[in-house]
């Protein structure tokens, strides 16, 4: 029986980038606030620092900031009609675990959608005609418009001193910055973090070709800065040790260097770890969330925190599985196309490539995540579609994230894998080498989504969240051609050698691929096509809110993390502003 | 006694030489160049460098709540001028091993001016 412990205003549900802002901004209007975390708890002093931080077994391979797989997981399939399989080791998506959660571990690479990205359904139908977009693509537009996002996407970039050059302020385009951006109110607040010499000539054979390249937007501080909490931020050293792993120079933005350090002083906010929730609790009648339940990983005992205002802030899988679990909205079913909870899950296409360089050499041991050039030319609505026969696009990358010492070894398909001839490969090419990748968008299908396995259960004997999902015909077509033009470009560079690595016709969950997974509790207009309002607040329980990627109607060709941090704002300020004055629901369908 | 180089006069570069001690450590600037340090060296618990409050005089090591490196506590120092000048300088010379890593700062007197700063700092 679990015990029932004190009502409190308002309880998050994970301890990431979503539960910390809300955290923060909720405690400030005066609630108390408690934070679940089902992981540990971690410090950049404790966690982030050196000699331990430089360690890539520990923490690249082996994966230590990563989601348990032991306690919980997935199950995975690619199509309705096969068994599902759990996932026994994370290996295509890396969910993290602990105070921080996957924003720990990110690359940083810090976007914002489109204008045309938050109407795309729309602006697609007007562009190519109201028949252009096919009966299987259940592609929405967003509830809300990106002028009403921008302030939000501001707010979030000065959290986390990100570095960049505007291509866009207040509808002037600036030459040298990303000219298909939507307007923003304000540059970056740090200058561009510095290109890799192979960036650089990506860059330029990109401008010969007429496209527009650009430093990659990225949540690392290229110089000291202090952030609006008043926490100050390191200026990124390029020491390379950065995905997977926390920042040891306090320059890349986690929840833990920028909020946590005011939230841990704040008297109104309590931080439990190791609180696994596994329940929500839901009064249907009076359609009100009523708290949730959580077990103490450390004792196993059981607790109850009753709560006047519950916020899912964990990742895209336990949100739809909470709801899954509550009963909360009509469960997406396939075979109909009606419900919502589990519907529009969609996986970033990404597809890449690598280019040999015999005549150069350059320092790849040094570099981070977001070092390097992009162009947004062939992204979204920035291009024309007639005749492609694909909808989406991505934008292209050439980025130096640092080749560490044991998975950076690249060398040209067909080097042998082992002995005397791969060693003297590694060490001729190590230095020589670039790296590029197409950041491809997933416009919803109604084939893929997730629902409750009805075999594997996790340690606590709930169902655990089945994942059916393929790469849709539309979405190998438009990488295809994205890695078209890709190559074009990598061909002006003049290569000694180059690969091109297109996405094999079936989604595998090995190797990496990135942890950008979306959908399952989208956000929209009407409450029988989304499971939450524009203010991520849920139809059916106006004291719920659900934050993260998990509310996307459909994933865009950029990383999602900006996007989903601007929306914790933009709900965080509904709910300060509106929903507290008068409690209720913020939309009336 | 050092250089410091004016360039762009003329096309040649003025080489101008002063001593040391004409310029007064100036604790409002080394407030600035401390920016570089500030990000790890803040007031926030859980930081990851150990907070300076009060480092000057004090002995290596000395914050209770801070889990020093082996040689950083094994360092036994007294944090006065010269052994803060010299860590400064060479963080990595003047105690082999500890974890901070800053290259440390090459200028006399962006030097001279932190250490001005943190003794406001008590």
């Known amino acids: ?589 | 006694m050092r250089q410091l180089i004016v360039p762009g006069l003329s096309g040649a570069a003025a080489v101008v030489t002063m001593a040391n001690a004409v310029l007064a450590a100036d604790a409002a600037r080394g407030q600035q160049v401390f920016a570089a340090c500030a990000a790890c060296h803040s007031e926030h618990a859980g930081g990851i460098g150990p907070p300076l409050k009060g480092v000057v005089g004090r002995k290596s090591a000395a914050v209770e709540s801070y889990r020093y490196s082996g040689p950083m506590r094994r360092a036994n120092l007294i944090w006065d001028e010269s052994n803060l000048r010299e860590f400064i300088s060479d963080p990595q010379d003047k105690v082999p091993g500890n974890r901070m890593p800053f290259g440390g700062l090459h200028e006399q007197r962006d030097i001279d001016d932190v250490i001005a700063f943190l003794k406001t700092q008590n």
């Open chain 1, 1 to 589: 029986m679990a015990t029932r412990l004190k009502d409190v205003d308002a309880v998050m549900v994970g301890m990431g980038w979503t539960g910390a802002i809300l955290a923060r901004e909720l405690t400030k209007a005066g609630l108390n606030v408690v934070g679940l975390e089902r992981g540990p708890d971690r410090t950049p002093g404790e966690n982030f620092i050196l000699p331990a931080i430089r360690d890539e077994l520990r923490y690249v391979q082996r994966l230590e900031l990563m989601q348990d797989n032991s306690v919980d997981t997935i199950t995975f399939r690619n199509a309705a009609s096969e068994m599902a399989l759990p996932i026994r080791r994370f290996g295509a998506f890396l969910p993290g675990e602990g105070v921080g959660g996957s924003g720990i571990h990110w690359g940083a690479l810090h976007w914002r959608f489109t204008p045309a990205d938050f109407r795309i359904r729309s602006h697609i139908s007007e562009r190519y005609g109201t028949k252009a977009i096919s009966e299987d693509m259940t592609i929405q537009d967003w509830p809300l418009s990106y002028a009403e996002l921008e302030p939000y996407y501001d707010k979030f970039d000065k959290i986390c001193g990100a570095s960049g050059k505007a291509g866009n302020l207040k509808g002037k385009i600036v030459v040298g910055g990303n000219p298909f951006e939507g307007p923003r109110s304000d540059d970056y607040p740090n200058k561009p973090i510095k290109s890799a010499a192979p960036s650089l000539m990506f860059a330029e054979a990109a401008k010969s070709l007429g496209y527009h390249p650009f430093p990659a937007p990225v949540a690392i501080a290229s110089a000291p800065y202090k952030n609006p909490e008043g926490i100050a931020l390191g200026e990124c050293q390029y020491c390379g040790y950065c995905n997977r792993i926390g920042c040891e120079a306090n320059s890349k933005a986690s929840a833990n260097n920028t909020i946590m350090p005011m939230l841990r002083s704040e008297p109104k906010f309590s931080l439990r770890t190791r609180a696994f929730v596994t329940k929500l609790n839901y009064d249907k009648a009076s359609k009100k969330a009523t708290g949730v339940v959580y077990t103490d990983m450390r004792t196993g005992e059981e607790y109850e925190q009753p709560a006047n205002l519950v916020v899912l802030t964990s990742y895209v899988f336990s949100n739809t599985q909470a709801l899954l679990l509550a009963g909360i909205g009509e469960p997406y079913d396939r075979a109909t196309g009606k419900g919502v909870v589990g519907k529009n899950y969609c996986y970033q296409f990404e597809a890449g490539a690598a280019a040999f360089f015999e005549d150069k050499e350059w320092n790849t041991y040094m570099g981070s995540a977001g070092v390097g050039m992009c162009i947004d030319d062939f992204n979204g609505e920035n291009f024309d579609h007639s005749g492609l026969g694909f909808f989406g696009g991505g934008y292209f990358f050439c980025g130096q994230a640092a080749a560490p010492p044991i998975a950076g070894r690249n060398v040209p398909h067909g080097t042998p894998r082992w002995g005397s001839e791969w060693k003297r490969a590694t060490v001729k090419w190590y230095p020589r080498f670039a790296r590029f990748n197409t950041q491809g968008s997933v416009y919803a299908n109604r084939e893929n989504f997730m629902d409750l396995d009805p075999t594997y259960k996790d340690v606590f004997g709930r169902p655990l969240i089945r994942m059916t999902y393929n790469g849709t015909e539309n979405d190998h077509k438009m990488s295809r051609y994205l890695l078209g033009k890709l190559e074009e470009i990598i061909k002006a560079m003049n290569p000694t050698h180059y690969e091109m690595y297109p996405r094999p016709r079936n989604f595998t969950i090995v190797p990496y691929q990135s942890t950008h997974n979306t959908g399952g509790t989208m956000m929209g207009a009407d409450p029988k096509t989304s499971v939450v309002n524009r203010y991520l607040q849920a139809w059916d329980a106006d004291n719920l809110f659900i934050m993260g990627a998990s509310v996307f109607p459909q994933q865009h060709g950029y990383n999602p993390t900006g996007t989903l941090c601007a929306l914790a704002y933009w709900s965080a300020n509904a709910i300060t502003e509106k929903y507290l004055k008068n409690p209720g629901p913020l939309v009336h369908a």
